[in-house]
């Protein structure tokens, strides 16, 4: 059967609009709400309240400069990341990409389409959506396994008595398992089918291109001043708040609250991040309405900071209904001269 000529082949399903997805996104949202409903119902709502009007304009501005130097060495990273995966970007459309998807990871369900927009925009430029989605999973990739590290670190460190964390040989347990489970992957992709395999082969070549002393070492040291930027905040919430914690102590409960908030399992990132600080300060001996509050006031700041974000998402939104709308009002018929305007017309020539 001939389709007629006006009628539009419907658009190809992406990674981010799958029923799959948009199930998987449904789910995230609804336990990201339960843990927050959980959390408030357990600790109250007047933390939240103590949490938003502890801040002023200068922690406020405080943040969006901690911002701008974390989305900078950010977009470096993906670039440097992008770069050796044989997908070129610079680093003025890195800022901007990056600030976009931290506005819509902060305001959309999941903590993560944003990223998956950006990955997958930056393919569409270089002709390669797939290596672009690769580039950004990497990217992020490599920023959660230093901060993991950073939070294993701390962990290890801290006095077994101080506070009532797990016991310090449990680091060792949870790296066995990831190895043996690296191992497994292996072989079962050994013995898998072709896409499996070719899949596992994109991997290693993936990681082996990453590893490189040159690109692995500017990627630790963004990440590192990345997640400095991320701890900053955290420190100004739990000042504004009036934490009692020490420094170490401090950084200590950020890196897990951090870690916990980086699950895909809340609502543009508020659920798991705050029931892990209301957690993490009963467990250092503070009161959990306390660690709620700092999470509330930590929220706000970063979403202060990621405003910049909504206007580079508006620039490119109107920049795209121009570029949709100007091939039409070219492309348009124009309707044929009516009697006064070929008599206008003929008027001004005879003059």
């Given amino acids: 059967m001939t389709a007629h000529r006006g009628?539009?082949?419907?658009?190809?399903?992406t990674r981010e609009d799958t029923p799959t997805s948009r199930t998987r996104r449904r789910a995230s949202a609804l336990g990201g709400t339960v843990v927050l409903g959980v959390v408030l119902?357990?600790?109250?709502?007047?933390a939240v309240r103590v949490g938003v009007r502890s801040l002023d304009a200068a922690t406020l501005g405080a943040g969006v400069g901690l911002a701008a130097v974390t989305t900078a060495f950010a977009a470096w990273r993906w670039a440097v990341v992008?770069?050796?995966l044989g997908v070129p970007l610079t680093l003025p459309a890195g800022v901007l990409a990056c600030y976009r998807a931290q506005f819509l990871n902060m305001t959309l369900p999941g903590g993560i389409l944003g990223d998956l927009g950006r990955g997958a925009a930056h393919g569409r430029a270089v002709a390669d959506v797939g290596r672009g989605l690769r580039a950004v999973a990497w990217e992020r990739t490599c920023g959660q396994v230093v901060l993991a590290a950073a939070t294993v670190c701390a962990l290890a460190v801290t006095e077994p008595?101080?506070?009532?964390?797990p016991p310090t040989p449990w680091w060792a347990a949870a790296a066995t398992a990831v190895l043996g489970g690296g191992v497994v992957a292996a072989l079962a992709a050994r013995r898998a089918g072709g896409r499996t395999r070719r899949m596992a082969r994109t991997f290693a070549d993936d990681a082996r291109a990453l590893v490189a002393p040159r690109v692995a070492c500017q990627v630790v040291v963004a990440s590192l001043v990345v997640l400095a930027g991320h701890l900053a905040p955290f420190a100004l919430a739990a000042r504004v708040v009036g934490s009692r914690l020490d420094g170490a102590r401090l950084v200590e409960i950020s890196l897990v609250v951090l870690l916990v908030g980086a699950l895909p399992l809340n609502v543009a990132g508020w659920g798991p991040r705050e029931g892990a600080a209301a957690g993490a300060f009963a467990a250092a001996g503070q009161d959990p309405s306390t660690g709620l509050a700092v999470s509330v006031a930590y929220g706000t700041i970063t979403l202060v900071?990621?405003?910049p974000g909504a206007a580079v998402l508006a620039v490119g939104v109107v920049r795209a209904w121009r570029g949709a709308a100007a091939p039409?009002?070219?492309g348009a018929p124009q309707p044929p001269p009516g009697p006064r305007a070929s008599a206008l017309r003929g008027g001004a020539t005879d003059g």
Wanted: charged share 25%; aromatic share 4%; proline share 11%.
């Fill in 305 to 307: 900071a990621a405003a």
């Fill in 328 to 330: 039409r009002s070219r």
């Fill in 82 to 84: 992008a770069r050796r």
């Fill in 161 to 165: 008595t101080a506070t009532p964390w």
């Fill in 7 to 13: 009628a539009r082949s419907p658009r190809p399903l």
């Fill in 41 to 46: 119902a357990v600790v109250g709502t007047d």
